[in-house]
């Protein structure tokens, strides 16, 4: 008898991610964040969810998703609306910090375990914002970011490298209008 395949939808994929151990030793535990759906237009690729998101459950929750609300000129009703801006993180758990007090990088096997099971899901997707070092690296590929913001151009019309909007970033900011 032939062997039947499976077609997984984006909300299954989605279920699987929140359910998603593979980081159970984080210092939080894990708990997935993102928000995906079929007719999402925009896809903003972050870097990991900080400890506020962590303990709110809403991805950008926090004075650098403020900050990125007020970059794009988007008001919080049109940023969370699932149908036309999705989420995905390139670590999809807060991964703990670092001895100098900043996060740690997200884990390594987040994105390639998850990124090719939900993008592929989320068709309508015109766009893509890679905010912050992490994505663009995943997205882009490796060099400074620097570089990879100021040259933007090259990547339009579907996608958008940018600097994280975290406080940390204002000096880097100043140097680079």
């Given at each position: 008898?032939?062997?039947?395949?499976t077609i997984e939808t984006l909300a299954q994929a989605?279920?699987?991610?929140?359910?998603?151990?593979?980081?159970?030793?984080?210092?939080?535990?894990?708990?997935?964040?993102?928000?995906?759906?079929?007719?999402?237009?925009?896809l903003i690729v972050g870097q990991a969810p900080g400890?506020?998101?962590?303990?709110?459950?809403?991805?950008?929750?926090?004075?650098?998703?403020?900050?990125?609300?007020?970059?794009?000129?988007?008001?919080?009703?049109?940023?969370?609306?699932?149908?036309?801006?999705?989420?995905?993180?390139?670590?999809?758990?807060?991964?703990?910090?670092?001895?100098?007090?900043?996060?740690?990088?997200?884990?390594?096997?987040?994105?390639?375990?998850?990124?090719?099971?939900?993008?592929?899901?989320?068709?309508?997707?015109?766009?893509?914002?890679a905010v912050g070092s992490y994505a663009i690296a995943?997205?882009?590929?490796?060099?400074?970011?620097?570089?990879?913001?100021?040259?933007?151009?090259?990547?339009?019309?579907?996608?958008?490298?940018?600097?994280?909007?975290?406080?940390?970033?204002?000096?880097?900011?100043?140097?680079?209008?």
């Amino acid at each position: 008898m032939p062997e039947t395949k499976t077609i997984e939808t984006l909300a299954q994929a989605a279920a699987a991610a929140r359910a998603c151990t593979l980081c159970a030793d984080l210092p939080l535990g894990p708990r997935p964040i993102l928000r995906v759906h079929p007719s999402a237009r925009l896809l903003i690729v972050g870097q990991a969810p900080g400890t506020t998101v962590h303990e709110s459950g809403i991805p950008w929750n926090d004075p650098s998703g403020e900050r990125l609300r007020e970059w794009l000129a988007m008001p919080p009703d049109v940023f969370y609306d699932e149908t036309r801006v999705a989420i995905l993180p390139t670590g999809l758990c807060y991964p703990g910090r670092l001895p100098n007090g900043g996060d740690a990088p997200p884990r390594k096997i987040c994105a390639p375990t998850w990124h090719p099971r939900l993008l592929p899901l989320m068709p309508d997707i015109r766009l893509t914002l890679a905010v912050g070092s992490y994505a663009i690296a995943r997205l882009i590929g490796p060099g400074p970011m620097t570089a990879h913001v100021q040259a933007f151009r090259t990547h339009l019309p579907a996608l958008v490298p940018l600097p994280h909007p975290s406080w940390r970033t204002r000096a880097w900011e100043a140097r680079n209008p």
